[in-house]
């Protein structure tokens, strides 16, 4: 659960936790380089079954909660915007394009 150096660098992201899943690395790319997306709060990692990987948004207070299910975990993040339906579209294309 190794992620590219750097990744986490900038005025967008807090906390001390510092782990982001392999699967949920372009999704994070693509919050960070969002022009929308002010901050990235970074959430627990849950193991799971093997599975297929997908992204999935949902609304909340002041955020978007954003979760990526890699194909051994699932991981919440939370995108804070001040479109959310501009950075959720964003978000989408870049993780599809992949």
């Known amino acids: 659960m ?3 150096k750097g990744l986490l660098k900038g005025p967008k992201f807090n906390g001390r936790h510092s782990t982001v899943i392999d699967s949920a ?10 022009a ?3 901050k990235i709060a ?8 093997v599975g297929a990987e997908h ?5 909340a207070s ?10 051994n975990a699932v991981q919440t993040f939370w995108v804070y915007t001040t479109s959310p339906e501009k950075a959720m579209a964003e978000i989408t294309a870049k993780w599809d394009a992949r």
Do not use: N, Y
């Open 2 to 4: 190794a992620h590219a």
């Open 25 to 34: 690395v372009p999704a994070v790319e693509a919050a960070r380089d969002c």
């Open 36 to 38: 929308l997306v002010t």
């Open 42 to 49: 970074l959430g627990v990692i849950t193991p799971i079954r």
């Open 55 to 59: 992204l999935k948004f949902a609304p």
């Open 62 to 71: 002041g955020c978007v909660k954003m979760q990526v299910r890699g194909t």
